[in-house]
């Protein structure tokens, strides 16, 4: 099939649950398609975040140029709307390159915010902000049930960041919190070229559980160790990165190794879990379901036929 013409190619966007294997089917995308990788989470951003975020390795940064990943230290801030414009900027690169973009990764907020912006919510209040981080969680949480019921039955109440933001944005302006509609005609522009990877429950779960063993392998209690040394602890947003978080309390002596592996598996699951029902609700996907047995690079080789399509239409 004949490539389409650089100026006209549509990033392609690649989304699905930790450890589906989105970053090796990006890889083989990338040769097939020529083109260049932007990082679609939001833990790889901070540097030496490496092992605990599955980080490409050098190697894979050689062979396929990656972007928007060791953008900032771990003491250092970085949200949605930096990456909006971050990602932006990458892709037009790419794209002037005469390359494909193939924006990969896990993070919804991060997608929604590259494809239609992000909420008109206030700006952060640091003296609120104070504030609240020294309310326990169960009484913000009873706050927000009580100020924005729909907000407290689909956020993450195990992550005091995001429930602390909720509270603060209802404080500030005396609303619940607004989910931004997609807007129905940028959405459109990218059908064809949204896919999902999904695996069954129980074919998901053996590669998290293999994943967080291999992570421990290599050396994640280590990195931890230096990454406290270096101020991870004091950065909120970072510290919520799966694995550092647990490794940080099993130093702290809350946990005993063992106690702690199994307990990334649990949140590691529950995440990715979170992250389908997210996908599934609120991006327009084609879906491929992989089973153990398939092939990466067949995967892609599909992907990219109705990519090509898609732009040749």
């Not at 490496?50 to 953008?71: C, M, N, Q, Y």
């Not at 592996?261 to 029902?277: D, G, H, P, S």
Request: positive net charge.
């Amino acid at each position: 099939m004949k490539q389409p013409n650089a100026a006209r190619m549509t990033p392609l966007l690649l989304a699905g649950p930790t450890a589906v294997g989105k970053s090796q089917v990006a890889l083989l995308l990338a040769e097939e398609l020529d083109g260049e990788i932007i990082s679609v989470d939001s833990m790889p951003v901070y540097r030496g975040l490496d092992i605990g975020t599955a980080k490409p390795s050098a190697a894979e940064r050689v062979r396929i140029p990656h972007h928007l990943i060791d953008v900032v230290e771990v003491t250092e801030s970085f949200d949605a709307a930096r990456y909006t414009v971050s990602a932006h900027e990458a892709v037009a690169a790419v794209q002037a390159r005469g390359k494909v973009p193939i924006l990969c990764g896990g993070t919804g907020l991060y997608f929604k915010a590259f494809l239609v912006g992000l909420d008109d919510a206030p700006p952060a209040s640091p003296a609120l902000r104070a504030k609240l981080q020294s309310v326990p969680l169960p009484e913000l949480l009873s706050e927000l049930a009580t100020g924005d019921p729909e907000t407290y039955a689909r956020i993450d109440q195990k992550n005091p960041r995001r429930v602390i933001r909720a509270v603060e944005i209802i404080r500030l302006t005396g609303k619940p919190v607004q989910r931004a509609a997609w807007s129905v005609e940028r959405e459109s522009s990218a059908s064809g070229c949204a896919f999902g990877l999904s695996r069954s429950s129980g074919d998901l779960r053996r590669r998290i559980d293999g994943r967080v063993d291999e992570m421990f392998r290599l050396g994640l209690v280590a990195e931890t160790e230096r990454l406290l040394e270096c101020g991870l602890a004091q950065n909120p947003a970072a510290m919520q990165a799966l694995g550092y978080r647990q490794v940080a309390e099993h130093l702290r002596g809350q946990r005993c190794l063992t106690e702690t592996i199994e307990l990334v598996k649990i949140r590691t699951r529950q995440f990715a879990k979170r992250q389908m029902t997210w996908f599934k609700r609120q991006m327009r996907l084609s879906w491929l379901n992989l089973a153990p047995a398939d092939s990466l690079a067949d995967s892609a080789i599909v992907i990219a036929r109705e990519w090509k399509k898609a732009q040749n239409a």
